[in-house]
């Protein structure tokens, strides 16, 4: 393997790590505590289920289909979106109403995590659509399509 390949993969495995292995294992080893976290804002716990089930699809094959390149931008996008939606489900910074309070707050350590989640987001923007409209285009053509990330590294 060509030593621009491994620092591709490597780039997109810094972008994923966090999804894939760490949180999917989080939440295979500590099932019930990630379902009792979901229990938070679904209305059910069959319901809290389905979400952690979805949660682990998103977090073990997306990552995957952007580090093979296997539709990896639309892999891309998938993941963008879940970390926008758990930011706004589960960072919500504004409600506990200690964000302006001197010293540490609950507020500020979900700000913080919520930024965390939109960075990542636009970081997986950025894979999906590049830093152009012609990517953005190449997107739209071919959802399903492979950026071929490996293949002009050669």
Known sequence: MEPSTLIELAVRYLLVMLFFPFSALDKILNFRG???????????????????????????????????????????????????????????????????????????????????NFSLAGGFLLLTIGTDAAGFAAFLADPFGSSHPYSRLQ
Do not use: H
Not at 38 to 53: D, K, M, Q
């Open 34 to 116: 990630a379902v009792g976290q979901a229990r938070e804002i679904a209305p059910s716990e069959g319901i809290a289920t389905l979400l952690i089930l979805a949660g682990l699809f998103v977090e073990i094959v997306m990552p995957l289909g952007i580090l093979t390149g296997t539709a990896d931008r639309l892999s891309a996008l998938v993941m963008a979106g879940y970390c926008m939606v758990t930011a706004l489900l589960w960072k919500q910074f504004w409600k506990p109403g200690d964000f302006w309070q001197a010293g540490d707050s609950k507020a500020r350590g979900l700000f913080w995590d919520f930024l965390k």
